[in-house]
Nanobody, 123 residues
Framework: QVQLVESGGGLVQTGGSLRLSCAAS????????VGWFRQAPGNEREFVAR????????YYADSVKGRFTISRDSAKNTVYLQMNSLKPEDTALYYC????????????????WGQGTQVTVSS
């Protein structure tokens, strides 16, 4: 099993930045696909970003391309989501997720999930 804990969320103004962390235990993330998803109240959970390895092509939702960056610190078994130029529409509960084999952008392609960290962007 893999346990995931997100942190780093908070309240920022439009144009600000946050870095979210996803700390893993139980298994190494080095052989996992790790994705970030977000969900606002009343909305469906949507894909944000994904990576699998240091040589894997990073994949981002169109809505965050050029603004968000996913990265990993293998020594800390932690994946990050750097969010820049934040917009009010980025406001959501952000989740990290992992899967051993699949490399998807749909929530049902990820086996392990954290509890989420709230990001709120004000005008």
């Amino acid at each position: 099993q893999v346990q995931l804990v997100e942190s780093g969320g908070g309240l920022v103004q439009t144009g600000g930045s946050l870095r979210l962390s996803c700390a893993a235990s139980g298994r190494s993330l080095s052989s996992q696909t790790v994705g970030w998803f977000r969900q606002a109240p009343g909305n469906e959970r949507e894909f944000v970003a994904r990576m699998r390895s240091s040589t894997d092509t990073l994949y981002y939702a169109d809505s965050v391309k050029g603004r968000f960056t996913i990265s990993r610190d293998s020594a800390k078994n932690t994946v990050y989501l750097q969010m820049n130029s934040l917009k009010p529409e980025d406001t959501a509960l952000y989740y990290c997720a992992a899967d051993r084999f699949r490399q998807g952008i749909r929530s049902n392609q990820y086996e392990y999930w954290g509890q989420g960290t709230q990001v709120t962007v004000s005008s």
